[in-house]
């Protein structure tokens, strides 16, 4: 195979200038699988610099894919507390356990087969694939996409596109250093074209970069719409205890402890108390107080004293926070 140009220069400026990161380690192969599936969930909402902490922690923790598998899941959200997005956490030991059930152990050198695996979508098993297995992918994260809007030039809102930006990303080439090269292509956005005064000075590929030649180093966004969600949020108070439900019923922190709730699809003369905005929702909330008298299936009675004892997520946080204001 040969290498483009643009290719050799991003490699060698990522050979000199390439961070010293705990999953960058070398390790045997099997570790370096497991390490790369661990800090790929963590990095899924989660800067490099603040995922490396918990990386240590957590690997320190559970080192193998084994015990991962086998770990109580309240020591899981313990060893993942901090980290927030909680159902990373679940589906990372959920996969975990598929690939010891159905892949006799061994995380699948195959995209398909990682994109079954729950919490690994398009991204994630890219860059898996490549930085894995040495496979000739190039996951477009942030970081990458930045440096081939501005690499190219790219402004108009069909040009942002994902579908354009994933057949324009071939003009980066390919390496049969497969994992370093989508590394290098991530370490140079995150270090050099970054999203404010890019350090184009110091750029390898500055020489053919349409921005630097126009001196515009503008981004236009695509316009992501967040979904107006209505529900109403049932309190039940026992001296100064709190009902908690365990999630077993909406997708969004799922399995974590929150207060009972119901959606409600387009409701009329909705006076919400509370707004909280969660991945692509911006959640809308009505407080209704009850009686306990309805039975759950996993309930806890949570001593709004004691909240430390316990794990929750911030959503139910600000919940109990919004309850003692009033
Ligand atoms: S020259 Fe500047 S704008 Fe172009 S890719 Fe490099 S850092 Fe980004």
Redesign the pocket.
């Known amino acids: 195979m040969k290498e483009k140009i643009i290719t050799k220069k991003i490699l060698k400026w990522y050979d000199i200038n390439k961070r010293s990161l705990p999953w960058r380690k070398k390790v045997t192969s099997q570790k370096k699988q497991y390490y790369t599936l661990v800090s790929e969930f963590m990095l899924q909402q989660t800067q490099v610099a603040t995922v490396i902490p918990f990386f240590n922690r957590f690997i320190k923790n559970l080192p193998s894919l084994i015990e991962l598998a086998n770990v109580e899941e309240k020591k899981l959200i313990k060893f993942w507390e901090g980290l927030g997005y909680y159902s990373r956490a679940i589906n990372l030991k959920r996969t975990a356990m598929l690939i010891i059930k159905d892949f006799n152990g061994k995380i699948p050198k195959n995209y398909d087969e990682l994109k079954s695996l729950p919490g690994i979508g398009n991204y994630t098993a890219s860059a898996i694939m490549a930085i894995a297995f040495n496979e000739p992918f190039i996951p477009l994260d942030g970081n990458i996409e930045?440096?081939l809007k501005?690499?190219l030039y790219l402004k108009k809102d069909r040009e942002i596109q994902k579908d354009n930006l994933i057949l324009k990303k071939s003009i980066f080439g390919t390496s049969l250093r497969s994992n370093d090269y989508a590394q290098a292509l991530m370490e140079?956005?995150a270090l050099?074209?970054?999203p404010k005064n890019?350090?184009?000075n110091?750029?390898?590929?500055?020489i053919n970069?349409?921005?630097?030649k126009k001196k515009d180093?503008n981004l236009s966004k695509r316009v992501k719409k967040n979904k107006k969600k209505y529900f109403i949020l049932k309190v039940y108070k026992k001296n100064q205890s709190y009902l908690l439900i365990k999630n077993t019923k909406f997708n969004f922190l799922k399995n974590l402890r929150i207060f009972p709730m119901k959606e409600l699809h387009k409701p009329k003369n909705f006076n919400e108390n509370l707004n909280f905005k969660m991945s692509n929702m911006n959640m809308n909330i009505k407080i209704q107080y009850l009686k306990n008298n309805q039975k759950f299936p996993l309930s806890y009675w949570i001593d709004k004293k004691k909240l430390d004892n316990y794990t929750l997520p911030s959503f139910t946080k600000k919940v109990f926070k919004y309850l003692e204001k009033i």
């Open positions: 930045r440096v501005r690499y140079l956005g050099i074209c970054k890019p350090l184009c110091q750029c390898p590929i500055s970069c349409k921005s630097y180093f």
